[in-house]
């Protein structure tokens, strides 16, 4: 008796999210229609070629269909903890110069900066990650002291920019 929580069953439904029939989902796997029907059905276990070939023809990740998608959501977890830093850095400027923080020199800031450039290039997110919310924090640091309060371009670095990077200067 066919189960619902198998392979098979995973695959027909993102089969059908994707707008395929079983025919032109075998066609576009390079497997029977036959084998797609058995396996769809739970009548036999899905190979790991032929998830393979499913994950691929759907651009999906193989884990969606051999039910970890706990692997998804620890992805998606360790992107969120990257992220969030680099989200609240530039709020930092709103809480003024931490005195904790020593700006390396501007020649040293800009090697900085153009190192987690070529983490970019390269595909390295996750080091640029890591040390962009430092980089930000440093840069802020630095800069404060240099800005004109009676501009407003210090109130545009931070979270002010979202309420007033429309002002001109010397009009706040």
């Not at 032109?24 to 084998?35: Q, R, T, V």
């Not at 002010?160 to 706040?172: F, K, L």
Request: proline fraction near 6%.
């Amino acid at each position: 008796m066919p189960r619902d929580d198998h392979a098979g069953a995973r695959i027909a439904e993102a089969r059908k999210l994707g707008g395929y029939t079983q025919r032109g989902f075998a066609d576009a796997i390079g497997f029977s229609y036959s084998l797609l029907h058995q396996v769809e059905g739970g009548h036999k276990p899905a190979s790991r070629d032929f998830i393979a070939a499913c994950a691929r023809a759907l651009h999906i990740d193989v884990t969606a269909l051999t039910g970890q998608p706990y692997m998804t959501e620890l992805q998606q977890d360790r992107l969120a903890e990257l992220i969030r830093p680099i989200r609240e850095s530039p709020d930092l400027y709103d809480l003024g110069a931490d005195p904790d923080v020593t700006a390396r020199q501007a020649n040293e800031l800009t090697v900085g900066a153009d190192l987690l450039c070529q983490h970019v290039r390269a595909a390295k997110l996750t080091d640029a990650a890591k040390g962009l919310p430092r980089l930000i924090t440093e840069l802020t640091t630095a800069v404060r002291p240099a800005l004109r309060p009676a501009c407003g371009a210090g109130a545009r670095l931070g979270s002010g920019a979202r309420r007033s990077a429309a002002v001109p200067c010397g009009r706040e």
